[in-house]
């Protein structure tokens, strides 16, 4: 069956980094867009960023735009999101979901998240 | 940017019919999917490109789209259907997926 395994989430200092890292079974991991998803504590879903099946293509959403950078390795069915200069608003779940284009990209099935924390 | 707009909560009876909107400009030209987030829970996709649903999901959820507003429809409420809901486009504009603000379904 279809996984994602987030891991690397903890508590850092502000303007400190963190890599966070999706861990992906169950699937053909290459042929798929994969996206990054946070959510604040007691907030609504906040995309984050997607990357090409390739990783050809990147987009960011503004709010982390020059901060953080996601990629991936097909070879190891892996994802990554570095996070740098982080800021308490930074703090949320973060999720990766397997993405699908049609008529636009959507996120179609989520791992169950890691918990980032940014406080001094 | 684009912005989906979605009502705070919906209140409905146990067996009645939940009806949860998602407000944008011409949405009715976007593919609309939406999410069922339970307490502690990831996001779950039930429906996807305004109208289909995914395998796995009750027939008792269903979708429509059309003008400036988007519909997420589910018959026959049960007390497990309490949870947020989501609505969600790709802004072609922007090259960004845009999420709703989410609404809490209560079954009362």
């Known amino acids: 069956q279809v996984q994602l395994v987030e891991s690397g989430g903890g508590v850092v200092q502000p303007g400190r980094s963190l890599r966070l890292s999706c861990t992906a079974s169950g699937f053909t991991f290459s042929p798929y867009g994969m996206h990054w998803v946070r959510q604040a504590p007691g907030k609504g879903l906040e995309w984050v960023a997607v990357?090409?099946?390739?990783?050809?293509?990147?987009y960011y959403a503004d709010s982390v735009k020059g901060r953080f950078t996601i990629s991936r390795e097909n070879s190891k069915n892996m994802l990554y999101l570095q996070m740098n200069s982080l800021r308490a608003e930074d703090t949320a779940v973060y999720y990766c979901a397997r993405g699908i284009y049609s008529n636009g990209w959507y996120p179609d099935f989520w791992g169950q998240g890691t918990l980032v924390t940014v406080s001094s | 940017s684009y912005v989906l707009t979605q009502p705070p909560s919906v209140s409905v009876a146990p067996g009645q019919t939940a009806r949860i909107t998602c407000g944008g400009n011409n949405i009715g030209s976007k593919s609309v999917n939406w999410f069922q987030q339970k307490p502690g829970q990831a996001p779950v996709l039930v429906v996807y490109d305004d109208s289909d649903r995914p395998s796995g999901i009750p027939e008792r959820f269903s979708g429509s789209n059309s003008g400036s507003t988007a519909t997420l429809t589910i018959n026959r409420v049960e007390a497990g259907d309490e949870a947020d809901y989501y609505c969600?486009?790709?802004?072609?504009?922007?090259?960004?997926?845009?999420f709703g603000g989410g609404t809490k379904l209560t079954v009362l």
């Open positions: 969600q486009v790709w802004d072609s504009s922007s090259d960004h997926v845009v």
């Open positions: 990357i090409w099946y390739d990783g050809s293509d990147k």
